[in-house]
């Protein structure tokens, strides 16, 4: 099945902490850290594991990576779990698809895939779909969706404009 996208938009620098084995109640501690600290989440993922535990991704800014590191850091330390990880040096796409499918995932991340763009991580929804890529390939990631997914030539800028904050 042949996909059409709308439009890309890329995101401002990220960085992704990934903590894993996490009890319900250490999960509440964290998002109770970083909630405290008014960290933004450009995305939150929560995932479970086979021992029943939980592995839990959040991708904040950039300048916000450091302060949310330690947060996990301390989260994990206080549970009892190992130290988290952390991947800086990432953008978002959030690509817009045309008409219905849900093979588009797929589709996207095999594009990106024999271009040899690596995918850190994925989301979609009905209306979008977000991936996270090095900042390094982040052009070319776009460059390559525009060409195979058929953006048009008019769509709007693919740089965010409007920043995403939690108001005071």
Avoid: W
Avoid at 2 to 17: E, F, Q, V
Avoid at 32 to 47: P, Y
Avoid at 66 to 94: C, R
Avoid at 133 to 140: F, G, T
Wanted: hydrophobic share 50%; aromatic share 4%; charged share 15%.
């Amino acid at each position: 099945m042949a996909y059409t996208i709308r439009g890309i938009k890329m995101s401002d620098p990220l960085a992704l902490i990934r903590i894993c084995g996490l009890s319900q109640t250490a999960a509440a501690d964290l998002f109770g850290r970083v909630a405290e600290k008014r960290i933004n989440l450009a995305l939150a993922a929560q995932k479970r594991l086979l021992d029943r535990s939980l592995e839990i991704s959040l991708c904040v800014g950039a300048g916000q990576a450091m302060t949310a590191y330690t947060l996990a850091a301390k989260a994990a330390q206080a549970h009892g779990l190992d130290e988290p990880g952390l991947i800086q040096g990432l953008v978002s796409l959030t690509v817009y698809p045309r008409g219905k499918g849900l093979g588009f995932p797929l589709a996207l991340e095999a594009v990106l895939c024999q271009a040899g763009v690596k995918c850190v991580g994925l989301s979609s929804s009905l209306s979008s779909c977000v991936v996270l890529v090095s900042s390094a390939q982040a052009d070319q990631a776009a460059r390559v969706l525009a060409k195979e997914f058929n953006l048009p030539v008019h769509a709007s800028p693919k740089e965010a404009r409007v920043p995403v904050v939690q108001a005071p």
